[in-house]
């Protein structure tokens, strides 16, 4: 069983930033896809970012350029910061850790960007 578990949101205003983390409960980078997702009220959970075993990435468009996934094998950590951050970024942020037919989810953590 892995568990995940997200901290860094909060409350920010248009052009701030924030960086997330998600602390896994073991050494499961070398093995899962670590990603961030993100859901605001009455929307699909979209993915944001994401990062493979072997350190590859990937971004949702509307966050390319803005938001940036990193890792910290030693510490079981994964990262996502978030700059010149939009009111419609707004949203509960998730991690997720994916290895073939497993899927774990972290609690979320809300992030909220003011006009």
């Known amino acids: 069983q892995v568990q995940l578990v997200e901290s860094g949101g909060g409350l920010v205003q248009a052009g701030g930033s924030l960086r997330l983390s998600c602390a896994a409960s073991g050494s499961i980078f070398n093995s899962y896809t670590i990603g961030w997702y993100r859901q605001a009220p009455g929307k699909q959970r979209d993915m944001v970012a994401r990062?493979?075993?072997?350190?590859?990435?990937n971004y949702a468009d509307s966050v390319k350029g803005r938001f940036t996934i990193t890792r910290d094998i030693a510490k079981n950590t994964v990262y996502l910061q978030m700059n010149t951050l939009k009111p419609e970024d707004t949203a509960v942020y998730y991690c997720?850790?994916?290895?073939?037919?497993?899927?774990?989810w972290g609690q979320g953590t809300q992030v909220t960007v003011s006009s």
């Open positions: 997720n850790a994916e290895r073939l037919q497993r899927s774990y």
């Open positions: 990062i493979s075993n072997l350190g590859r990435t």
